[in-house]
């Protein structure tokens, strides 16, 4: 069963910097697109910065120059580095794939979520 796997969440001050890490781990064979999203309390999930097979990346407008989602092909990881953090930034992060996985002959591909990873801006 594939399982994402989050890490890098925490408390930093305005103007801080934090990396966030999605793990995939399964019988993997790729992961199609990778993307971040985020979760404010009374608010919808909203798409960060998203990241296709062919390296085309995706990113909010409220995060632009900001944010950089990147991954690395042989540990199936993918990271989102956050520079330059407001406030606004607070909110759970979500790491989300659609991953093509399985054997040989049974091949399945899914949309997965890691758990969240909370990332609190103090003001």
């Known amino acids: 069963q594939v399982q994402l796997v989050e890490s890098g969440g925490g408390l930093v001050q305005p103007g801080g910097s934090l990396r966030l890490s999605c793990a995939a781990s399964?019988?993997?064979?790729?992961?199609?697109?990778m993307a971040w999203y985020r979760q404010a309390p009374g608010k919808q999930r909203e798409l960060v910065a998203g990241l296709t097979s062919g390296d085309t990346t995706n990113y909010a407008d409220s995060v632009k120059g900001r944010f950089t989602i990147s991954r690395d092909n042989a540990k199936n990881t993918w990271y989102l580095q956050m520079n330059s953090l407001k406030p606004e930034d607070t909110a759970v992060y979500y790491c989300n794939a659609y991953i093509t996985s399985g054997s040989t002959y049974r091949v399945t591909r899914s949309d997965y979520w890691g758990q969240g990873t909370q990332v609190t801006v103090s003001s």
């Open positions: 399964g019988n993997i064979f790729s992961i199609n697109a």
